[in-house]
């Protein structure tokens, strides 16, 4: 196997490896949804009524849900408010506020079909008996469910979170977002000294460390590494029949009731701005009395239990209580939902492994082109996703696609230069072995072959062009001299070649004089092919009458060719200034 093939496959295998390592842990790694966040329908951060939204807690990880934001209605949660005053009938047995006298209450709140209860005073009589504070604990959890309030506060030394606070908390490791701007508290200013049944969630009625701001409700806080909520926030939404894992938060955005509660916006210190004030009114009943009102009109099934009175104030947690619970139930709600379904999970490894084997056969690409098409890759990519999220009804995650090619792309580039120079190296190592085996070859040749003869040598060092085998011309005298004449230069050019001094002993070739010797019979020959094209042509144009003409041609030849030398020296002229353009028709003829 070819080491790009060898790169190929261990390319195809890291990255493999890496897409189906992301696509099977993307729901342990909450980070890794980044970029379906970005893809998603919902613009983050936007609650503003028409907007989507995503709902936080969908029933199946394979499916998206998305609904619209709505605007506020003007709907405010119908409740009983039970006040209690100061009391001047003197009806109450145990004076102006008792947790005796508060339990009578709440059990006449129950025969008129209360369900959930929201005290809002604070519950603590240090100077009681446990004894007399068991009654109202044991009323509080006669209800469905229920919700108290007491301040909270930071100081130097801080108290551990009490066991009822935890309940209606959350982990800060499930806010989104930065909570580190979030108030801190760890002490309660007045904590209730009565047992807290199981049914209550126990939220803060203020934040006495902070300084109140006008039209500004907070609505989270951190003790350690709680997070802890306002509790007419608590209140409505037990109110909704939600618990406190419907909670949603994004921190420095929006606290979210639910799949199809409230969206309440907050800034990134946990605080709800709004001026909005309820103009109507709860029907109410005092505390004292609430034994003798009918159930005739009443359609209430929730109630809350506040001190109004100028005397009985002094015990109030919250002021104002349905106010606040209808300015928090005065924000954006959800509805209209659509669902997306997640592609199935062997399509989805199926296109893991295709991005795979794209990126190991861009591998052999030049560097340019290959991220040029990797960059093209990742845009389409993040735009089938896109299109998937917004105009079909199915979805899929986008990170395992956008790290298979990421992978793809660093492995390439980290493999591409390593597997140039082992193929360089390669190639240059085979170029070196066919040189060293071509000399032995040779050498091997020359020791099997037999010995060259004296006139094959020549030839190797000298090879001459091949002559045609002269026909019988016109002028047959005149071509037989020259023959004859160079017949016997080349003889005696063999004698002088075969004496050893005549020859270069650097190149192995005949000397000089030898040289010049030579061209004399290489010019004649030369002559005398030209001569014979020239008779070939006189012959086919030739008649009869012509036979005379061309036998004193040739006697003049014949004169010609028995002085050798003058021969000789007129040729070596010739070759001399006319043999690169030497005509056809000389008057040597």
């Given at each position: 196997?070819?080491?790009?093939?060898?790169?190929?496959?261990?390319?195809?295998?890291?990255?493999?490896?890496?897409?189906?390592?992301?696509?099977?842990?993307?729901d342990k790694v909450p980070t890794l949804s980044l970029v379906d966040t970005m893809l998603s329908p919902q613009e983050s951060g936007n609650i503003a009524p028409g907007s989507i939204v995503e709902d936080p807690h969908p029933e199946s990880h394979r499916k998206r849900v998305f609904r619209k934001v709505f605007a506020p209605n003007n709907q405010t949660p119908e409740y009983l408010l039970c006040s209690i005053d100061d009391d001047p009938d003197r009806i109450n047995a145990y004076g102006l506020y008792h947790p005796a006298d508060l339990s009578i209450a709440l059990e006449n709140l129950r025969q008129l079909k209360m369900r959930s209860i929201f005290i809002t005073t604070h519950l603590?009589?240090?100077?009681?008996?446990?004894?007399?504070?068991?009654?109202?604990?044991?009323?509080?959890?006669?209800?469905?469910?229920?919700?108290?309030?007491?301040?909270?506060?930071?100081?130097v030394k801080g108290d551990p979170i009490p066991d009822y606070f935890i309940r209606a908390s959350l982990p800060a490791s499930e806010v989104s977002g930065d909570s580190s701007s979030l108030p801190r508290v760890n002490q309660l200013s007045l904590a209730p000294n009565i047992?807290?049944?199981?049914?209550?969630?126990?939220?803060?009625?203020?934040?006495?460390?902070?300084?109140?701001?006008?039209?500004?409700?907070?609505?989270?806080?951190?003790?350690?590494?709680?997070?802890?909520?306002?509790?007419?926030?608590?209140?409505?939404?037990?109110?909704?029949?939600?618990?406190?894992?419907?909670?949603?938060?994004?921190?420095?955005?929006?606290?979210?009731?639910?799949?199809?509660?409230?969206?309440?916006p907050i800034d990134?210190?946990?605080?709800?701005?709004?001026?909005?004030?309820?103009?109507?009114?709860?029907?109410?009943?005092?505390?004292?009395?609430?034994?003798?009102?009918?159930?005739?009109?009443?359609?209430?099934?929730?109630?809350?239990?506040?001190?109004?009175?100028?005397?009985?104030?002094?015990?109030?947690?919250?002021?104002?209580?349905?106010?606040?619970?209808?300015?928090?139930?005065?924000?954006?709600?959800?509805?209209?939902?659509?669902?997306?379904?997640?592609?199935?999970?062997?399509?989805?490894?199926?296109?893991?492994?295709?991005?795979?084997?794209?990126?190991a056969w861009l591998f052999t690409y030049r560097s340019s082109r290959r991220h040029t098409v990797f960059t093209i890759a990742l845009f389409t990519t993040g735009a089938i996703i896109f299109v998937l999220n917004r105009f079909t009804a199915y979805w899929s995650p986008s990170a395992p696609y956008f790290l298979t090619l990421i992978s793809a792309w660093i492995f390439t580039?980290?493999?591409?230069?390593?597997?140039?120079?082992?193929?360089?190296?390669?190639?240059?190592?085979?170029?070196?072995?066919?040189?060293?085996?071509?000399?032995?070859?040779?050498?091997?040749?020359?020791?099997?072959?037999?010995?060259?003869?004296?006139?094959?040598?020549?030839?190797?060092?000298?090879?001459?062009?091949?002559?045609?085998?002269?026909?019988?011309?016109?002028?047959?005298?005149?071509?037989?001299?020259?023959?004859?004449?160079?017949?016997?230069k080349k003889s005696k050019q063999e004698i002088k070649l075969s004496k050893p001094e005549k020859e270069n002993t650097h190149t192995g070739k005949p000397s000089a004089q030898a040289f010049e010797e030579e061209l004399i019979p290489d010019e004649a020959t030369m002559f005398s092919a030209a001569s014979e094209k020239q008779a070939e042509k006189k012959t086919n144009q030739a008649d009869a009458d012509d036979t005379s003409a061309k036998t004193e041609k040739?006697?003049?030849?014949?004169?010609?060719?028995?002085a050798p030398g003058q021969i000789t020296s007129k040729v070596k002229i010739d070759i001399k200034t006319e043999y690169p353009f030497y005509p056809a028709d000389s008057e040597d003829k």
């Amino acid at each position: 196997m070819s080491i790009i093939r060898k790169a190929q496959l261990l390319i195809l295998a890291l990255t493999a490896g890496t897409g189906l390592a992301v696509l099977f842990t993307l729901d342990k790694v909450p980070t890794l949804s980044l970029v379906d966040t970005m893809l998603s329908p919902q613009e983050s951060g936007n609650i503003a009524p028409g907007s989507i939204v995503e709902d936080p807690h969908p029933e199946s990880h394979r499916k998206r849900v998305f609904r619209k934001v709505f605007a506020p209605n003007n709907q405010t949660p119908e409740y009983l408010l039970c006040s209690i005053d100061d009391d001047p009938d003197r009806i109450n047995a145990y004076g102006l506020y008792h947790p005796a006298d508060l339990s009578i209450a709440l059990e006449n709140l129950r025969q008129l079909k209360m369900r959930s209860i929201f005290i809002t005073t604070h519950l603590q009589w240090p100077e009681l008996d446990q004894v007399e504070l068991n009654a109202l604990s044991s009323a509080i959890g006669k209800f469905e469910h229920a919700t108290i309030a007491t301040p909270v506060k930071r100081s130097v030394k801080g108290d551990p979170i009490p066991d009822y606070f935890i309940r209606a908390s959350l982990p800060a490791s499930e806010v989104s977002g930065d909570s580190s701007s979030l108030p801190r508290v760890n002490q309660l200013s007045l904590a209730p000294n009565i047992t807290i049944p199981q049914n209550t969630l126990a939220g803060f009625s203020q934040i006495e460390s902070e300084e109140a701001l006008e039209n500004s409700i907070p609505l989270v806080a951190r003790w350690d590494d709680r997070i802890i909520f306002y509790a007419p926030l608590l209140e409505l939404l037990q109110h909704l029949g939600l618990t406190i894992d419907d909670l949603y938060i994004e921190a420095g955005q929006y606290i979210r009731l639910g799949n199809k509660g409230n969206i309440i916006p907050i800034d990134e210190f946990g605080h709800y701005k709004t001026d909005y004030q309820t103009t109507e009114e709860p029907f109410t009943v005092t505390a004292a009395y609430s034994g003798e009102v009918s159930m005739i009109g009443i359609t209430q099934t929730s109630a809350i239990l506040s001190a109004d009175g100028e005397k009985s104030s002094v015990y109030s947690a919250i002021s104002n209580p349905y106010n606040i619970i209808a300015q928090i139930a005065h924000t954006p709600t959800v509805g209209e939902e659509s669902t997306l379904t997640r592609f199935p999970l062997w399509l989805e490894i199926l296109l893991v492994l295709n991005l795979a084997a794209l990126g190991a056969w861009l591998f052999t690409y030049r560097s340019s082109r290959r991220h040029t098409v990797f960059t093209i890759a990742l845009f389409t990519t993040g735009a089938i996703i896109f299109v998937l999220n917004r105009f079909t009804a199915y979805w899929s995650p986008s990170a395992p696609y956008f790290l298979t090619l990421i992978s793809a792309w660093i492995f390439t580039s980290l493999l591409s230069r390593p597997v140039r120079k082992k193929l360089r190296e390669n190639k240059s190592s085979a170029a070196e072995n066919k040189k060293t085996k071509e000399p032995a070859t040779q050498s091997s040749k020359e020791d099997t072959s037999p010995a060259k003869t004296s006139s094959q040598k020549k030839e190797a060092r000298d090879p001459k062009p091949a002559t045609k085998k002269p026909s019988e011309p016109a002028g047959k005298p005149f071509k037989a001299s020259l023959e004859k004449n160079s017949q016997d230069k080349k003889s005696k050019q063999e004698i002088k070649l075969s004496k050893p001094e005549k020859e270069n002993t650097h190149t192995g070739k005949p000397s000089a004089q030898a040289f010049e010797e030579e061209l004399i019979p290489d010019e004649a020959t030369m002559f005398s092919a030209a001569s014979e094209k020239q008779a070939e042509k006189k012959t086919n144009q030739a008649d009869a009458d012509d036979t005379s003409a061309k036998t004193e041609k040739s006697s003049e030849s014949n004169k010609q060719a028995t002085a050798p030398g003058q021969i000789t020296s007129k040729v070596k002229i010739d070759i001399k200034t006319e043999y690169p353009f030497y005509p056809a028709d000389s008057e040597d003829k």
